[in-house]
C-alpha cells in the first residue's frame, strides 16, 4: 500500500507562472517531509525539507507548505524556469529513533514550457 | 569534495552473469542504501545498511546480494536469479544519528541484460 501518494504523474506549466506539486500521506508517525528533484540519468538531489511542526518552509523560488490535519503536503516553485523541468520526488520519514529509511512516492514529472 | 560515487555509470550484462555494481561515499555517513528506478515507478529499496557488517533487505531484495564490510563501501551484486534487473540503480548515503537531512544520492548506474 503506497503510504506517500503523488497522484499527478505529470503537470505542464507556462514559464514565468506558479507550478504546485501535490503529496499525500497515509501514516501519522511521519514527522519529517522532503522534496527531491531528479534529472534522467542522474541521482536525485534535495531540494528542500519540512518537519512537522512547522507548516512551511521556503527556500527561494520553492516553498513547501505542510498540512497535517489532511496529511498533506504541496511544493510551490514561483516563478518556474524551464531548467525546472524534472521530476519531483517527495518523500517522508516516520519517527523512528535512528532509522533513517525513507518512504518514496511515485514522483511527478514538471514540463516548464518557455 | 564529499560525495558518492557511482561506477560504471553503464553497465551491460549477458544473460546468466552477475554483475556487481560499485558504491562508495566519503561523507563519513553510517548508513547507506540501494534503490532501483522503472519508468512510472518511482524509487523501490532493494537493500540497505546502517553499520558496517550489517544489513537489511528493502521491498524488492530477491535476486540481489549485498556487503557491508567498510563504512565507505556498499556494493550490490546482480545476480543471475534476478529476472529483470535491466533498471536504473542509485545508491544513497545518510548519517544515522543527529539532525536528518535526507539522503545524499550517487548519479547512478544504467544496467541493461543484452
Known amino acids: 500500500d503506497q503510504q506517500v501518494k503523488q497522484n499527478s504523474p505529470s503537470l505542464s506549466v507556462q514559464e514565468g507562472r506558479i507550478s504546485i506539486l501535490n503529496c499525500d500521506y497515509t501514516?501519522?508517525?511521519?514527522?519529517?517531509f522532503l522534496w527531491y528533484k531528479k534529472y534522467p540519468a542522474e541521482g536525485p538531489t534535495f531540494l528542500i525539507s519540512?518537519?512537522?511542526i512547522k507548516d512551511k518552509n521556503e527556500d527561494g523560488r520553492f516553498t513547501v507548505f505542510l498540512n497535517k490535519s489532511a496529511k498533506h503536503l504541496s511544493l510551490h516553485i514561483v516563478p518556474s524556469q524551464p531548467g525546472d523541468s524534472a521530476v519531483y520526488f517527495c518523500?517522508?520519514?516516520?519517527?523512528?529513533?535512528?532509522?533513517?529509511?525513507?518512504?518514496w512516492g511515485l514522483g511527478t514529472s514538471l514540463a516548464v514550457n518557455p | 569534495d564529499g560525495g558518492i560515487t557511482q561506477s560504471p555509470k553503464y553497465l551491460f550484462r549477458k544473460e546468466g552473469q552477475n554483475v556487481t555494481l560499485s558504491c562508495e561515499q566519503n561523507?563519513?555517513?553510517?548508513?547507506m542504501y540501494w534503490y532501483r528506478q522503472d519508468p512510472g515507478q518511482g524509487l523501490r529499496l532493494i537493500y540497505y545498511?546502517?553499520?558496517?557488517?550489517?544489513?537489511q533487505k528493502g521491498d524488492i531484495a530477491e535476486g540481489y546480494s549485498v556487503s557491508r564490510e567498510k563504512k565507505e563501501s556498499f556494493p550490490l551484486t546482480v545476480t543471475s536469479a534476478q529476472k529483470n534487473p535491466t533498471a536504473f540503480y542509485l545508491c544513497?548515503?545518510?548519517?544515522?544519528?543527529?539532525?536528518?537531512?535526507?539522503?545524499?544520492f550517487g548519479s547512478g548506474t544504467r544496467l541493461t541484460v543484452v
Open positions: 561523507l563519513n555517513h553510517d548508513a
Open positions: 501514516n501519522s508517525m511521519f514527522d519529517y
Open positions: 518523500a517522508a520519514s516516520p519517527w523512528a529513533g535512528n532509522n533513517r529509511k525513507l518512504i
Open positions: 519540512i518537519s512537522s
Open positions: 544513497a548515503s545518510t548519517s544515522a544519528a543527529g539532525v536528518f537531512y535526507g539522503y545524499t
Open positions: 545498511s546502517q553499520i558496517v557488517n550489517d544489513f
